[in-house]
């Protein structure tokens, strides 16, 4: 049987770790990075307002609060766009002839 999702945690914000000390951290990570790496890559400026883990940490600390996996989102992408490729396992987007860039994708193997 599969871990429950983080999501199910029903414990206070502040108890899964997101407290003050993560507030600090956060609000650092984003004067560093101010703007969104998903709309970036598609030429689009849109101020980060989410630091997401890019390797869900599912409650490991040291994974939490590993800076290298923390990337700077938009709420929307954040949202939509990661919800979407944590979901289906691989990173969304495509070249120009339509072939998915993700190695990992089903059509690439």
Request: hydrophobic share 25%; aromatic share 8%.
């Amino acid at each position: 049987m599969s871990q429950p999702s983080w999501r199910d945690d029903k414990r206070k914000t502040a108890e899964r770790g997101y407290g003050g000390r993560w507030q600090k951290a956060r609000e650092t990570f984003l004067k560093r990075h101010p703007l969104c790496c998903f709309c970036e890559q598609k030429g689009i400026i849109t101020a980060a307002t989410v630091v997401d883990h890019k390797t869900p940490h599912k409650g490991d600390t040291t994974l939490f609060w590993d800076t290298n996996n923390w990337q700077p989102l938009c709420k929307p992408c954040h949202d939509s766009t990661k919800k979407i490729m944590e979901s289906r396992g691989v990173k969304l987007g495509a070249d120009e002839s339509g072939k998915p860039t993700d190695p990992n994708h089903h059509w690439n193997k």
